[in-house]
C-alpha cells in the first residue's frame, strides 16, 4: 500500500519558502522607493519593485501548476478548520498573483517595461495611457495591504497549529523537521 506524505514535497517546500524570500524583498522595496508621480523615471528601487514582482508572478505561475499535479499532503483537521484554510489559501495564492499582475498593469499603462531578472521582457497587460491601467495602481496598493493581512492570517494559523493545536501541520512546510514522517514509517517497516 502506498502511503501519502505528511510533509509537502521539497519542491513544494523550496517554492514557497522562495516565494517568502521574494515578498519581503517586494514589501522592503515598495516601502522605500520613491512615491510614483507622472514623470516619475522606472529605475533604481523602482525597476527592481517592477522585476520582483514580474518574479513573484512566474514563480507562483510554477507553484499553483506544482500544486495542481502533486496535492497537498493530507491533515487530519476538523471541517470548519480545513474550509477556513482552503479559503485563506484560495485568497492568498489569488492576492499573490493579483496584486503583482495589477502593479504590472499600471506599470505598463504607464510606458515602463517589466522584465524578468536577466533582463526577459514580458509583454504590456495595458496600452500606454489607459485610464483603467493607471487606475490599477491605486488597486495594486490597496490590495497589497490586504494581501499584507493573509500573510499574517496564514503566519498566525501556522503558529496556531503548533503551539496551541500541536497537531503538526506546521511542519509539513517547515524546511528542518528532516525526513517526512512517512519516510521514517517506511524504513522502520523494512527494519522490522
Known amino acids: ?36 508621480h507622472r514623470d516619475t523615471v522606472p529605475d533604481g528601487l523602482i525597476a ?27 491533515a487530519d483537521l476538523p471541517r470548519a478548520v480545513a474550509v477556513l484554510s482552503r479559503t485563506t489559501h484560495v485568497l492568498l495564492y489569488a492576492a499573490l498573483i493579483g496584486v ?26 495595458s496600452a500606454k495611457g489607459a485610464a483603467f491601467g493607471l487606475a490599477m495602481g491605486d488597486v495594486h496598493s490597496v490590495l497589497a495591504w490586504v494581501l499584507l493581512v493573509l500573510i499574517a492570517l496564514h503566519v498566525a494559523a501556522a503558529f496556531f497549529h503548533h503551539l496551541v493545536l500541536k497537531d503538526g501541520v506546521m511542519q509539513r512546510m517547515v524546511p528542518w523537521t528532516g525526513r517526512s514522517s512517512s519516510r521514517r514509517k517506511q524504513a522502520d517497516d523494512k527494519v522490522t
Do not use: C, E, K
Open 48 to 74: 527592481w519593485h517592477l522585476t520582483v514582482g514580474a518574479t513573484i508572478v512566474a514563480v507562483m505561475a510554477i507553484r499553483i501548476l506544482w500544486r495542481i499535479s502533486h496535492p497537498s499532503p493530507p
Open 100 to 125: 503583482p499582475l495589477l502593479g504590472w498593469t499600471n506599470a505598463s499603462s504607464r510606458g515602463w517595461a517589466v522584465s524578468l531578472p536577466g533582463g526577459v521582457p514580458l509583454p504590456a497587460l
Open 1 to 36: 500500500m502506498t502511503r501519502l506524505p505528511v510533509r509537502y514535497d521539497g519542491i513544494a517546500r523550496t517554492l514557497h519558502w522562495l516565494i517568502v524570500l521574494l515578498i519581503v524583498v517586494q514589501f522592503m522595496l515598495g516601502w522605500i522607493m520613491p512615491d510614483i
